[in-house]
C-alpha cells in the first residue's frame, strides 16, 4: 500500500499569494495516477487534477500540478479568497486507493 | 449537469445493516465505474469500494471487506451500498462518487453524502 504524506499540515497565506502544497508517496509512483483534490467545509472533495499535471474541466489555471517518483506538488499561483480548503493528494493507481492526510490553506 | 443523490443513511446499533442508494443522472450511468467513498468527522476521505461498469471488477477497501457489498443497476442508473455488521468505527458521511470511464479508479463527481452513525 502506498501511503501519501502531505505537508505542511497548515499553511498561513494572505489572497494573492502563492500556495505550494506537497505530497509524498512511500514508494516510487510507477504511473502518473496522482490526484489533487480541494474540499471546502460542509462541502464534498472536488477534482482538481489528476495524472500528476491535468487540470480537470473547469479547474482556472492558475491551479496546476507537478512531480514525479515520489514526490509531487501542487501550485495556486495567486490565491483567490475562494481558494483557502482543505486539499487531499490521492494516488489512483492501484488498489486500496489511498488519500494523504491534508493540507489546510487557511487566511 | 452530474447529479449524485445519496439516500439510507441513518442511525443504527452496532451489528445493525443498511442499505444505501444512489441515483445518477447527467451522465451515461452503463459507461462509467462507480464508487462509495467515507469520510468521518475531521478525517480524510477514505475509498470504501469500487465498482467498473459492467460489474465484473469490484474491490474493497481491508476495513469492510465481507462486510459491505457494492452492487449497481444500470437500468435504474443506481448504485448501492449494502452494509452488514456495522460498527461503530463505520461512522461517516458515506458519497457516492462517479469514476472518470468504464473501468477508472480516478473519481471526478462526488455527491452530497448520506450521514451514518453507528451507535448505541
Known amino acids: 500500500e502506498i501511503v501519501l504524506t502531505q505537508s505542511p499540515g497548515t499553511l498561513s497565506l494572505s489572497p494573492g499569494e502563492r500556495a505550494t502544497l506537497s505530497c509524498r508517496a512511500s514508494?516510487?509512483?510507477?504511473?502518473?495516477?496522482l490526484a489533487w483534490f480541494q474540499q471546502k467545509s460542509g462541502q464534498p472533495p472536488r477534482l482538481l487534477i489528476y495524472?500528476?499535471?491535468i487540470r480537470a474541466t473547469g479547474i482556472p489555471d492558475r491551479f496546476s500540478g507537478s512531480g514525479s517518483g515520489t514526490d509531487f506538488s501542487l501550485t495556486i499561483s495567486r490565491l483567490e479568497p475562494e481558494d483557502f480548503a482543505v486539499y487531499y493528494c490521492?494516488?489512483?493507481?492501484?488498489?486500496?486507493?489511498?488519500f494523504g492526510q491534508g493540507t489546510k490553506v487557511e487566511v | 449537469e452530474v447529479q449524485l443523490v445519496e439516500s439510507g443513511g441513518d442511525l443504527i446499533q452496532p451489528g445493525g445493516s443498511l442499505r444505501l442508494s444512489c441515483s445518477a443522472s447527467?451522465?451515461?450511468?452503463?459507461?462509467?465505474?462507480m464508487n462509495w467513498v467515507r469520510q468521518a468527522p475531521g478525517m480524510g476521505p477514505e475509498c470504501v469500494a469500487f465498482?467498473?461498469?459492467?460489474?465484473?471488477?469490484?474491490h474493497y477497501a481491508d476495513s469492510v471487506r465481507g462486510r459491505f457489498t457494492i452492487s449497481r443497476d444500470n437500468d435504474r442508473s443506481s448504485l448501492y451500498l449494502q452494509m452488514n455488521s456495522l460498527r461503530v468505527e463505520d461512522t461517516a458521511l458515506y458519497y457516492c462518487?462517479?469514476?472518470?470511464?468504464?473501468?477508472?479508479?480516478?473519481?471526478?463527481?462526488w455527491g452530497q453524502g448520506t450521514l451514518v452513525t453507528v451507535s448505541s
Open positions: 465498482i467498473n461498469s459492467g460489474s465484473t471488477a469490484i
Open positions: 495524472e500528476i499535471s
Open positions: 514508494q516510487g509512483v510507477s504511473t502518473n495516477y
Open positions: 490521492q494516488y489512483y493507481g492501484e488498489s486500496p486507493r489511498t
Open positions: 447527467g451522465f451515461t450511468f452503463s459507461s462509467h465505474s
Open positions: 462518487a462517479k469514476g472518470h470511464s468504464s473501468g477508472s479508479w480516478l473519481i471526478d463527481h
